[in-house]
């Protein structure tokens, strides 16, 4: 990657992004940041956006944080991995819809030899989805449930119509089940959008990898949801791997 010193007045594009650590780039083409977000080995990422002061929601969604290179940022996770897995509550709450990357994504995965889109997982204990919400009737390959074994039985029935049912755990979720059971159906790549409950646990069952946090240069007041739900039996510490710069803030690449 070229070294070069950074220039403010150079900031140009809202998607433009560069790199200011381990060393300084020129901004980035999706090319290069692909490059440096494919891995070879079974891996679990989360890609989340955050307010300065931890918040990962602005009036309820995460979209009043995210800018133009945070989106850029996010479709090129999705571009590189092999299954979307996200908590029932963010699938409700951000309106969720069938799994589809872009074009551009798509041209990319199959010339790399992977499926044209990621497969969708979604974790719910309730399992209070719509089985005719276009997550299913939409999508583009058969979308997976995670559950528990205390799952409605019922609801179980009715959405082994339309996605894989797999049962992870009896009364809580077992993430170390869930990641073993997704490598084992090929999904090596998985990348994980939240939320802070979903991550929360995962977090405590030592599953993630890798955590990629957009802060963005804005401050959010009121209860609005912490990057991490629940309680941690203690501090979960991270590697600082790179960091992007962007206008509307730093897109942070953490490894355990
Ligand atoms: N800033 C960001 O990048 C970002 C990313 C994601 C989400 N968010 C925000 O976060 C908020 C949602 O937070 P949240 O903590 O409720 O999200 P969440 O983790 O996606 O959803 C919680 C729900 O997902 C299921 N779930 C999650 N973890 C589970 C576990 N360990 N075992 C069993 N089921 C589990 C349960 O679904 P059931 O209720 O169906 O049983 C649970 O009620 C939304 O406002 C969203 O906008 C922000």
């Known amino acids: 990657m070229a070294q070069t010193r950074l220039d403010d007045s150079q900031y140009g ?46 009036e309820g969604r995460s979209g009043g944080l995210s800018g133009d290179a945070d989106k850029r940022h996010f479709e090129l996770l999705r571009r590189v991995c092999d299954v979307v897995l996200v908590g029932a509550g963010t699938v409700r709450d951000e ?7 872009s074009e551009e994504s798509t041209h990319w995965r199959i010339s790399n030899g992977l499926a044209p889109h990621p497969v969708f997982a979604i974790v719910s204990r309730s399992l209070q989805l719509d089985p ?14 995670v559950t528990t074994e ?27 089940k869930m990641r073993t059971e997704l ?9 994980c959008e939240g939320g802070p409950s979903l991550f929360g646990a995962m977090l405590q069952a030592e599953v993630v990898d890798e955590l990629f946090l957009t802060v963005s ?33 730093l897109l942070l690449r953490y490894q355990r």
Not at 132 to 145: G, Y
Not at 151 to 159: E, H, K, V
Not at 183 to 191: D, P, S
Request: glycine content about 6%; charged content about 20%; aromatic content about 4%.
């Open 13 to 58: 594009m809202s998607s433009e992004l560069r790199q200011v650590w381990p060393v300084f780039s020129e901004p980035l083409s999706d090319e290069q940041i692909v490059s440096a977000l494919v891995v070879s080995s079974p891996n679990l990422r989360v890609n989340f956006v955050s307010s300065l002061n931890g918040a990962t929601t602005h």
């Open 95 to 101: 309106g969720y819809s069938a799994m589809r990357v």
């Open 132 to 145: 005719r919400s276009p997550i299913f009737a939409d999508a583009p390959t058969r979308p997976i449930i």
């Open 150 to 176: 205390v799952a409605p039985p019922d609801r179980i029935a009715t959405l082994s119509e339309v996605a894989d049912v797999l049962i992870a755990g009896t009364r809580t979720l077992d993430c170390s």
């Open 183 to 191: 490598h084992a159906r090929k999904l090596n790549n998985i990348l």
């Open 217 to 249: 240069s804005v401050l959010e007041g009121g209860r609005e949801f912490r990057l991490v739900g629940g309680l941690l039996s203690e501090p979960v510490k991270l590697r600082l791997a790179s960091v992007l710069v962007a206008q509307e803030g």
